[in-house]
C-alpha cells in the first residue's frame, strides 16, 4: 500500500509541472527535500549551500574520486573559533587544572565519524546521514544553544554519500559491480559473500574512505555507517558470534536505546543479521579501534521517494543518532587520578573510570622535570628514552623494551568500565621529586586496536608524604603539555597516539 501511495504522489509531484520540478530539484525546497532522495547532483547543490551559507562551522572538501569520476564529498562541522590547537585561549573544551594551570587548554575534539551510501539503492541510510548533517548546521544557525556547545568541542565528520555512481544508477554495486561494504581489509573474503573484489580495498572508494579514517580521524570515538534493508543496529563482529571486547560499552548504549529513546534491535552483527566479513563497520572497530555500528533503516529501499516526510520517518533514528554523538565523551576509558602518594619510592594510585569502556592496559610514567625526554616506568632502574615529537597528530616513538609488561602486577593494572581500582607501583628506581610530572598512559578501550592515550595528573591530588617536599609542580610549559598528551605508541603494538 505504500509503495502504491509513493508512486502515485511522487508521480503527480513530477506531472503537476516538469520545469518546475527541475528548478526544485536544483534547490531543493522542503516539499522536495522531504520526499525525494538526493541524487549526486542535488546533494553536491545542497552540501555547497551549506559551506556558503555557514562558513564558520561547515568545511566541504573531496577525499577522492569514485569509478566513473564523481567527488567524495566530506563535511566537518565544527566551531572553527575553537580549532584543534595546542594554544591557551577562550575555548574551554577539557581539562587541566592546578596550581599555575587556570587557564583552558584547547585539546583534541571528540571526533564522531559518519558515512552513508556503501550501497547505492539504500537511499535512506543516505538520507539519515543527510539530516543528522542539516539538524546540527540548521540548529547552529538558528542559536540552539545545546549544539552551539556541542560543536565547539565536537568534531563531525559526515560522508553522506559514498558510493555516487551507485545511487545514480540505483544499484547496492559500485561501476565494478563490487559490494563496497565487503571490500574492507578486515577478513576480507572470508565470510560467504557476493562480489566483494579483486582485493581488499580494490575500489577506489573505500580505498578513500580507509585512507580519511587513517590519516585525518584515526582517533574517532564513535563511527557510524548508514545502510538500508532492515531495521536494526549492528555491532562487531559480522564474521563470529561471540561479542566484542568492549562488550560492556555496547551492551550499555543498547540498554540506555531500548530504555529511553527506541525499541529498535541492537546485536552483534553476526547474529543480529548474517555472517558479514570485509565490512567498514568491523574494520572501524578491529583496525581502527573505534566503537563502531551500522545503523540500518527501514527496508523501503527500492523508490525515489516516500510519502512520509523524511524528517519524521526517520525521527526516531535521528534522535538515537543524537543521543550516541551527544554523548561520545563516554565511549571509552576515562581515566582520572583520585590521588597518588608517593612513599619510599612506591607510589600509591587510586583511579577512577570516567568512561563506559573499560581498559586492560594501564600504567603511570614519571618525569623529572618539563623539560626532560627521558620516562620512567613502573620497576624501572633506567628510563627510557621519547624519540620524536610533533604538535598536531604526529605519531612520536617511545621504546619501552619487551621486558614491560603491562599485564604483570606491579607494572600495571585494568580499570572496569565506570569503577575504580587501587594499586602500588614501584619506582624507587626513579629520582622521584616533588619536581616531576606523573601522567597516567593508558589504552582507552579493550580491543587491542584501541589508541593510547596520556593524561597528566593534577597536581593537587599528589601527595609526596616521606620527602618533605611540596606537592605543588611547576606551571607547565608547553612542552610539558605535547608530552602529557602526545605519547607515543608502546612495543611496536600499536603506531596511532592521541592527547
Same mark, same amino acid.
Given at each position: ?6 508512486? /502515485? ?7 503537476a509541472?516538469?520545469s ?16 525525494w ?12 549551500a ?5 562558513p564558520e562551522i561547515v568545511?566541504?572538501s573531496?577525499?577522492?574520486?569514485t569509478?566513473l569520476g564523481?567527488?567524495?564529498?566530506m ?7 575553537c580549532? /584543534? ?7 574551554e573544551?577539557?581539562?587541566?587544572g592546578g596550581e599555575?594551570r ?5 585539546v583534541?575534539k571528540?571526533?564522531v565519524?559518519i558515512?552513508g ?7 535512506l541510510?543516505?538520507?539519515l546521514? !543527510? ?6 548546521i540548521?540548529?547552529w544557525?538558528n ?14 565528520h ?10 545514480? !544508477?540505483?544499484?547496492?554495486?559500485n561501476?565494478n559491480?563490487?559490494?563496497l ?40 570515538d564513535?563511527?557510524?555507517?548508514m545502510?538500508?534493508g ?9 564474521k563470529?558470534?561471540?561479542?566484542p ?8 548504549i543498547?540498554d ?22 570485509g ?9 581502527m ?20 516526510a523524511?524528517?519524521e520517518r ?10 550516541l554523538i551527544? @554523548? +561520545? ?20 594510585l587510586?583511579v577512577?573510570?570516567?568512561g563506559y569502556?573499560?581498559?586492560? @592496559?594501564?600504567t603511570l ?21 621519547m ?10 616513538q ?6 614491560f609488561?603491562f ?5 600495571? !593494572?585494568a580499570?572496569?568500565?565506570t569503577?575504580s ?15 616531576g ?9 579493550v +580491543? ?8 597528566p ?18 606551571t607547565?610549559?608547553?612542552?610539558l ?13 600499536n603506531?596511532?597516539f592521541?592527547?
Open positions: 500500500m505504500r509503495k502504491w501511495l509513493t508512486t /502515485l504522489v511522487l508521480s503527480s509531484l513530477m506531472v509541472s516538469v518546475s520540478m527541475v528548478t526544485a530539484q536544483i534547490s531543493q525546497p522542503d516539499i522536495v527535500q522531504e520526499h532522495y538526493h541524487s549526486y547532483a542535488t546533494l553536491t547543490l545542497d552540501i555547497n551549506w559551506e556558503d551559507d555557514h568545511n566541504l573531496s577525499i577522492g574520486q569509478e564523481r567527488e567524495i564529498w563535511l566537518q562541522i565544527t566551531d572553527e573559533s580549532p /584543534l590547537d595546542w594554544d591557551f585561549d577562550g575555548c573544551h577539557s581539562y587541566y599555575g587556570e587557564g583552558p587548554l584547547v583534541r571528540e571526533v565519524y558515512d551510501g556503501h550501497h547505492g539503492n539504500e537511499h541510510g543516505t538520507e546521514a !543527510f539530516l543528522v548533517a542539516e539538524y546540527y540548521e540548529g544557525g542559536g540552539d544553544q545545546e549544539i552551539i556547545d556541542l560543536l565547539a568541542t565536537t568534531e563531525l559526515i560522508l553522506i554519500m559514498l558510493n555516487a555512481d551507485g545511487n545514480d !544508477f540505483d544499484t547496492r554495486w561501476v559491480q563490487v559490494d561494504n565487503r571490500n574492507y581489509d578486515h577478513y576480507w573474503n572470508t565470510c560467504p559473500t557476493t562480489q566483494p573484489g579483486s582485493s581488499a580495498f580494490s575500489e577506489s572508494e573505500t580505498l578513500a574512505n580507509s585512507i580519511y579514517m587513517n590519516d585525518v580521524v584515526p582517533h574517532a564513535l563511527y557510524i555507517t545502510h538500508t532492515v531495521w536494526i543496529m549492528l555491532y562487531p563482529w559480522g563470529w558470534p561471540e561479542q571486547s568492549d562488550w560492556e560499552m555496547y551492551h550499555h543498547r540506555e536505546v531500548n530504555s529511553n529513546i527506541s525499541d529498535i534491535p541492537i546485536r552483534n552483527a553476526n547474529q543480529g543479521l548474517y555472517p558479514n566479513c565490512t567498514s563497520r568491523d574494520y572501524g572497530y578491529g583496525v579501534g573505534y566503537p563502531t555500528f551500522t545503523f540500518e533503516t527501514d527496508d523501503e529501499q527500492f523508490l525515489l521517494g516516500t510519502v512520509e523524511l524528517s526517520l525521527g526516531e533514528e535521528l534522535d538515537v543518532m543524537h543521543y551527544e @554523548n +561520545v565523551w563516554y565511549w571509552r576509558a576515562r581515566l582520572v587520578a583520585d590521588s597518588l602518594k608517593v612513599e619510599e619510592g612506591k607510589v600509591h587510586s577512577s573510570n570516567l569502556s573499560s581498559t586492560s @592496559n594501564a610514567l614519571y618525569m623529572e622535570g618539563v623539560d626532560s625526554t627521558e620516562i620512567w616506568l613502573p620497576g624501572s632502574d633506567e628510563p627510557v628514552e624519540i620524536g615529537l610533533t604538535q598536531k597528530g604526529g605519531t612520536p617511545i621504546q619501552f623494551g619487551s621486558d609488561n599485564s604483570t602486577s606491579g607494572f600495571g !593494572f580499570v572496569n568500565a569503577n581500582t587501587i594499586t602500588t607501583l614501584d619506582f624507587t628506581g626513579a629520582p622521584v621529586s616533588s619536581k610530572i606523573w601522567t597516567l598512559y593508558y589504552q582507552k578501550r +580491543v587491542d586496536s584501541s589508541m593510547w592515550v596520556g593524561n595528573i593534577n597536581d593537587s591530588v599528589v601527595d609526596y608524604e616521606s620527602s618533605g617536599g611540596s606537592s605543588l609542580l611547576p607547565p610549559s608547553i612542552l603539555i605535547l608530552v602529557s598528551f602526545t605519547l607515543a605508541s608502546i612495543n611496536g603494538r603506531g596511532r592521541e592527547q
